[in-house]
């Protein structure tokens, strides 16, 4: 039968070929997300780079941040918000204060971490969706410019973001925190608090881990039944890898938070992905690790979404930040 599954032709053990096959259009969805789905940007469309290939590194990524520099200059004035730029720890911090703070929030604090494979989106694309965060959960929000490969490969970025959180516990209880992260960054918020809890700081009330980054190991199943949904790809979730993890052993729980020893405490975590993201399977397997270790979490997973949600105007995005919001609320201090 054409199209259907087979594991014969040469298929290696276990292996299943669908042949041609027609995704229709998702019919459970706002039509926001429609719309998205279909003018996706499909982050496979450059040239593939090698892990080692400073300069061509160095000019993709002052590229990339160019183009979405406009983009982050619009979510600065939409916000209503006061941004500042910082040295938290040793660390350039873009720090954003919403203007009309509730009384609930004085004296919490969040902690951004910018995905965006580990090397894109820093420097003024930071202070752009800080001021975002801020705006939307209504938190004092601290975003964290960390050093990004190939000049500053692991652990680099996460040293930085260590750096940060352990700062700000001169000026907040732990259960005065949160931090959350997407992508890239959900793989910097999880292992944050993995490290944190291993130095013997104070955790953090609690953290987001959004459509998360979690086995550099790549032996997750959406890697391969999503790459053709998804607008992230697995050759570029496979190169992102290559440079941040260089020639580390990518199942150290410090770059693969999957791979955690989670027995001994880690705080309440919400994770979040869609049916289309190419991690959902990092972010599930990350969920019943979490449980395997009788730790706090609540995985959302939402229809159609792939990685990084609808582009930030759909309803289903808008759901997610009420998820975030009423998760935090649940667990300050």
Known sequence: MDGA??????????????????IPEPSAVSEQARVYLRTPFWAGDRERLDPDDIEGWKAAIEQTNAMFA???????????VDVEQARIGGVTVYVATPRRLAPESQGRGHVYIHGGGWAFMGGEVVAGQTALQAHRLGLKTYGVDYRVPPEHRYPAALDDCVAVYRELLKDYAGGDIVISGGSAGGNLTAATALMARDLGLEPPAAIALLTPATDGSLQSDSMATNDQLCILKNAVMSEFWAVYAGGRDRTDPYLSPVFGDFSRGYPPTLLQTGTRDLLLSD???????????????????WEAMPHGGFGGSAPEDAEIVEEMKAFFARHFA
């Open 70 to 80: 406009p983009l982050a200059q619009a979510m600065r004035e939409q916000a209503d």
């Open 5 to 22: 599954p087979s594991s014969a032709g040469g298929a290696a053990p276990g292996e299943i070929r669908l042949g041609p096959q027609a």
């Open 283 to 301: 972010t599930v397997r990350m969920h019943r690790a979490l449980r395997a270790a009788g730790i706090t979490a609540e995985l959302h997973v």
